[in-house]
């Protein structure tokens, strides 16, 4: 029989819920009393009020991009290096009482606090037990312990299952190789590729590695190929998403056949799937951006969009886990597009649309004949016409300044790949 570490992660969906925004109010509400950016972007929030989704949808989404943007201009005027958004600090910043243990750097640089308590918030255990992780295990981790927290954010979860960890980090593959053969490690972390790569030149080195069993992978693309090749040599790989700022935020969760359908969200965060360039969430099954709502007290990150697009699955886990089930990682939501020496944003798009309640999914696809930028929103129409394209183009121009074309489309003829803007030019 399945087992799992935590019971609430086979509770009724609406148990689940009711849990989650009974402790929002009080998230958001510490979120606006111990930091500054949210103090002034959640100003004229209640967070009494802040008790369902639709509530939650009519909050602000803070991108990874303009977290960057923010925590530049305060370093830069000399100010908070984290830009407000986090209530523990160092040397002044942040709470006296609440200090930070660790400080890192994700590209940008974006650089994130990290109290004593992070295998606390980042919950990566529950990930790795779900890979089949189980205390005694020794752990070959090869994220980064570099700067990045990627090698801490898996170490600290193998930690409270009970593992052992060696902290491998990146690159020294020959040294990598030796301490595995001598070692024998069951189980490792770190991305798909760099596997690859250890096990192939392992192989060529005359020292194959036999002792893996399990792998949680990350950080990367997991083709189906490289999961069949784990799987001929006996290892059964499983995908974690996560990201540096938010911890887990969702992860595979094989059946009793090892078999894998979608990642199930994390059982203490609140995932929203929203249009690209917008906050507003979008239909079950449609693609948008991933944006989370943590309940970290030293990062209380409240709608934070990851920049990644996937999209909601329906049915239950064959894992017996009942909360949410997402397809994974589908590529980029930043869409942003420079045409014309213009810069054109998804927001922009979904607001020419929204004049226009006729129109479906609308796609914006700039190409270059003759080696000059064209832009034509294509939009899907039960009903097109000669005035109704003229008032888009209209409105086009309006919202972007930059001509362009329209294209009507059959009603469910464009994709659903969350694609709001397609660069399809062509350089010679």
């Given at each position: 029989?399945?087992?799992?570490?935590?019971?609430?992660?086979?509770?009724?969906?609406?148990?689940?819920?009711?849990?989650?925004f009974s402790r929002l109010d009080q998230q958001i509400a510490h979120a606006k009393a111990t930091t500054a950016a949210f103090a002034k972007s959640l100003a004229a929030i209640d967070p009494a009020g802040v008790t369902s989704r639709a509530a939650l949808a009519k909050l602000p989404v803070i991108r990874k991009s303009e977290l960057l943007e923010v925590q530049q201009v305060?370093?830069?005027a000399g100010g908070d290096p984290f830009g407000g958004f986090a209530a523990i600090g160092f040397a002044g910043w942040g709470s006296p009482a609440r200090r930070a243990a660790h400080v890192y750097a994700s590209?940008?640089?974006?650089?994130?606090?990290?109290?004593?308590?992070?295998?606390?918030?980042?919950?990566?255990a529950r990930a790795l037990y779900a890979a089949g992780f189980r205390a005694g295990d020794l752990v070959h981790n090869t994220f980064s312990y570099h700067m990045?927290?990627?090698?801490?954010?898996?170490?600290?979860?193998?930690?409270?299952?009970?593992?052992?960890?060696?902290?491998?980090g990146v690159g020294n593959t020959e040294q990598q190789i030796a301490a595995m053969h001598d070692?024998?490690?069951?189980?490792?972390?770190?991305?798909?590729?760099?596997?690859?790569?250890?096990?192939?030149?392992?192989d060529e080195l005359g020292t194959p590695i036999t002792s893996l069993k399990k792998a949680s992978v990350s950080g990367e693309y997991f083709p189906p190929q490289l999961r069949d090749m784990l799987k001929?040599?006996?290892?059964?790989?499983?995908?974690?998403?996560?990201?540096?700022?938010?911890?887990?935020?969702?992860?595979?969760?094989?059946?009793?056949?090892?078999?894998?359908?979608?990642?199930?969200?994390?059982e203490d965060i609140i995932v929203e799937i929203v249009r690209p360039g917008t906050g507003e969430p979008v239909a079950d099954g449609e693609v948008g951006e991933i944006v989370v709502t943590t309940f970290n007290a030293d990062y209380p990150l409240i709608r934070f969009g990851t920049g990644d697009l996937s999209a909601v699955l329906a049915g239950p886990c064959p894992s017996g886990r009942t909360n949410t089930r997402i397809k994974g990682w589908m590529g980029r939501a930043d869409q942003t597009a420079k045409?014309?020496?213009?810069?054109?944003?998804?927001?922009?798009?979904?607001?020419?649309?929204?004049?226009?309640?006729?129109?479906g999914r609308v796609r914006l696809v700039i190409t270059n004949p003759d080696q000059?930028?064209?832009?034509?929103?294509?939009?899907?129409?039960?009903?097109?016409?000669?005035?109704?394209?003229?008032?888009?183009?209209?409105?086009?121009?309006?919202?972007?300044?930059?001509?362009?074309?329209?294209?009507?489309?059959?009603?469910?003829?464009?994709?659903?790949?969350?694609?709001?803007?397609?660069?399809?030019?062509?350089?010679?």
């Amino acid at each position: 029989m399945q087992t799992f570490p935590d019971p609430r992660e086979t509770r009724a969906a609406s148990e689940r819920e009711a849990e989650l925004f009974s402790r929002l109010d009080q998230q958001i509400a510490h979120a606006k009393a111990t930091t500054a950016a949210f103090a002034k972007s959640l100003a004229a929030i209640d967070p009494a009020g802040v008790t369902s989704r639709a509530a939650l949808a009519k909050l602000p989404v803070i991108r990874k991009s303009e977290l960057l943007e923010v925590q530049q201009v305060s370093r830069a005027a000399g100010g908070d290096p984290f830009g407000g958004f986090a209530a523990i600090g160092f040397a002044g910043w942040g709470s006296p009482a609440r200090r930070a243990a660790h400080v890192y750097a994700s590209p940008g640089p974006i650089y994130e606090p990290e109290s004593a308590e992070a295998h606390a918030y980042r919950r990566t255990a529950r990930a790795l037990y779900a890979a089949g992780f189980r205390a005694g295990d020794l752990v070959h981790n090869t994220f980064s312990y570099h700067m990045t927290p990627g090698g801490w954010i898996m170490d600290a979860g193998a930690v409270a299952l009970g593992c052992a960890v060696f902290p491998a980090g990146v690159g020294n593959t020959e040294q990598q190789i030796a301490a595995m053969h001598d070692l024998k490690p069951v189980a490792y972390t770190g991305t798909p590729s760099f596997l690859r790569i250890l096990l192939e030149k392992a192989d060529e080195l005359g020292t194959p590695i036999t002792s893996l069993k399990k792998a949680s992978v990350s950080g990367e693309y997991f083709p189906p190929q490289l999961r069949d090749m784990l799987k001929a040599r006996g290892i059964v790989g499983t995908q974690t998403y996560g990201t540096a700022d938010l911890g887990l935020i969702a992860y595979e969760a094989p059946d009793a056949n090892g078999n894998v359908q979608g990642m199930v969200i994390d059982e203490d965060i609140i995932v929203e799937i929203v249009r690209p360039g917008t906050g507003e969430p979008v239909a079950d099954g449609e693609v948008g951006e991933i944006v989370v709502t943590t309940f970290n007290a030293d990062y209380p990150l409240i709608r934070f969009g990851t920049g990644d697009l996937s999209a909601v699955l329906a049915g239950p886990c064959p894992s017996g886990r009942t909360n949410t089930r997402i397809k994974g990682w589908m590529g980029r939501a930043d869409q942003t597009a420079k045409i014309k020496g213009m810069f054109v944003h998804p927001s922009q798009v979904d607001q020419v649309a929204k004049r226009f309640p006729e129109l479906g999914r609308v796609r914006l696809v700039i190409t270059n004949p003759d080696q000059k930028d064209a832009m034509a929103l294509h939009a899907e129409c039960a009903a097109p016409s000669d005035a109704l394209k003229a008032k888009i183009v209209e409105a086009l121009r309006d919202v972007t300044k930059l001509g362009g074309d329209v294209v009507f489309a059959g009603i469910g003829s464009l994709a659903n790949d969350g694609k709001v803007i397609d660069d399809a030019r062509k350089y010679e």
